[in-house]
T-cell receptor, first 111, second 111 residues
Framework: QKEVEQDPGPLSVPEGAIVSLNCTYSNSAFQYFMWYRQYSRKGPELLMYTYSSGNKEDGRFTAQVDKSSKYISLFIRDSQPSDSATYLC???????????FGSGTRLQVQP | EAQVTQNPRYLITVTGKKLTVTCSQNMNHEYMSWYRQDPGLGLRQIYYSMNVEVTDKGDVPEGYKVSRKEKRNFPLILESPSPNQTSLYFCASNGDTGELFFGEGSRLTVL
């Protein structure tokens, strides 16, 4: 069993839809949770960074962490075609620098 | 502009022919790392470096070497490449905030 599980998709939604992306994990030591966005032929770039449980909002993006369920989510409101990319969850224990990544979910937002 | 630059971006080689993928960052970060990305497996850390002359193995170090003689550079060396090292490779660096900055990726094919 992988340490971090992420549905690979692809997930196809119409423009304007609310998108929900999720990861589950097994290591209870993880405390730092991140979402990266990766466009085709590019390196991943950081979207959201949260510590421990709770919610964090940044514009159209909201990250949720439920440590009791070992479950994290990324919500995208009013999705745009420019949001079409692969979304990778990543997490770390207290070290912060050694990240464990999910395999990524490919999102397509149709105009 | 904050950058992680890696070269070459694309490379086709043959089994056993030594190659080096270079990586350079301009953010004065102490921590640098190499990842490989494979379909269904996500990003897996190969090696990391906490500072000059300090390197350590990540999750999948077999068949790879690294060196850190200068703070800005962290080359990845494949002494005798094999077909199972065909992959997309990313160099990354991060500072105290924990955010990983990735290069654009190097797509390697070993025949």
């Amino acid at each position: 069993q992988k340490e971090v599980e992420q549905d690979p998709g692809p997930l196809s939604v119409p423009e304007g839809a609310i998108v929900s992306l999720n990861c589950t994990y097994s290591n209870s030591a993880f405390q730092y949770f991140m979402w990266y966005r990766q466009y085709s032929r590019k390196g991943p770039e950081l979207l959201m960074y949260t510590y421990s449980s709770g919610n964090k909002e940044d514009g159209r993006f909201t990250a949720q962490v439920d440590k009791s369920s070992k479950y994290i989510s990324l919500f995208i409101r009013d999705s745009q075609p420019s949001d079409s990319a692969t979304y990778l969850c990543a997490m770390s224990d207290t070290g912060r620098r050694a990240l464990t990544f999910g395999s990524g979910t490919r999102l397509q937002v149709q105009p | 502009e904050a950058q992680v630059t890696q070269n070459p971006r694309y490379l086709i080689t043959v089994t056993g022919k030594k190659l080096t993928v270079t990586c350079s960052q301009n953010m004065n970060h102490e921590y640098m790392s190499w990842y490989r990305q494979d379909p269904g497996l996500g990003l897996r850390q190969i090696y990391y470096s906490m500072n000059v002359e300090v390197t350590d193995k990540g999750d999948v170090p077999e068949g790879y070497k690294v060196s850190r003689k200068e703070k800005r550079n962290f080359p990845l060396i494949l002494e005798s490449p094999s077909p199972n090292q065909t992959s997309l490779y990313f160099c990354a660096s991060n500072g105290d905030t924990g955010e990983l900055f990735f290069g654009e990726g190097s797509r390697l094919t070993v025949l």
